[in-house]
T-cell receptor, first 110, second 111 residues
Framework: AQRVTQPEKLLSVFKGAPVELKCNYS??????LFWYVQYSRQRLQLLLR??SRESIKGFTADLNKGETSFHLKKPFAQEEDSAMYYC????????????FGQGTELSVKP | KAGVTQTPRYLIKTRGQQVTLSCSPI?????VSWYQQTPGQGLQFLFE???????NKGNFPGRFSGRQFSNSRSEMNVSTLELGDSALYLC??????????FGNGTRLTVT
């Protein structure tokens, strides 16, 4: 079955430290993967998608098909990065719906 | 451009009642998806509508239904409410599938 796993419910780092939010997936076919972010009191919003291969707010994510992973990384965390992060997979085997991981809460301490 | 608008923001209902949630997508977006968010299950896909037709459906009981109007606005209905239906219901719109633009959600509490 298609699945997205985010093994960490909470990740706490200090400002300026590197951060890596893990995401693993299982999918039959070529996956399309996304990271969504939800800041406090704000709506869920797209952070980045793997096909764009871009860096948003200093975050990058590389799709590793061999390890079936799509980890989100940032070299120097900022306090304003504190939020809930969701990894999502677009399941074209089931009409294109998004399958979300359980989310990781990132807390960046001063 | 105005974002996705969901009304109402909060609802309190009792078991056995029914409820209707509304979603206005971003102008020009023809696809509307609904998700249920709970602490235990996370974000789960309910259904997607495109040009007034249900294009995809998640694994929810028939008590959950929806529809889309010609102006792309969508409604979601839950009948015979159960305590377990308490959740944040999120609507998202897109041009044709991705990426999704989410609304702020409707917080439904069933007592």
């Amino acid at each position: 079955a298609q699945r997205v796993t985010q093994p960490e419910k909470l990740l706490s780092v200090f400002k300026g430290a590197p951060v890596e939010l893990k995401c693993n997936y299982s999918y039959s076919g070529s996956p399309e993967l996304f990271w969504y972010v939800q800041y406090s009191r704000q709506r869920l919003q797209l952070l980045l998608r793997h096909i764009s291969r871009e860096s948003i707010k200093g975050f990058t994510a590389d799709l590793n098909k061999g390890e079936t992973s799509f980890h989100l990384k940032k070299p120097f965390a900022q306090e304003e990065d504190s939020a809930m992060y969701y990894c999502a997979l677009q399941d074209y085997n089931q009409g294109g719906k998004l399958i979300f991981g359980q989310g990781t809460e990132l807390s960046v301490k001063p | 451009k105005a974002g996705v608008t969901q009304t109402p923001r909060y609802l309190i209902k009792t078991r056995g009642q029914q409820v209707t949630l509304s979603c206005s997508p971003i102008s020009g977006h023809r696809s509307v998806s609904w998700y249920q968010q709970t602490p235990g299950q996370g974000l789960q896909f309910l259904f997607e509508y495109f040009s007034e037709t249900q294009r995809n459906k998640g694994n929810f009981p028939g008590r959950f239904s929806g529809r889309q109007f010609s102006n792309s606005r969508s409604e979601m209905n839950v009948s015979t409410l159960e305590l377990g239906d308490s959740a944040l219901y999120l609507c998202a719109s897109s041009l044709g599938g991705s990426p999704l633009h989410f609304g702020n959600g409707t917080r439904l509490t069933v007592t």
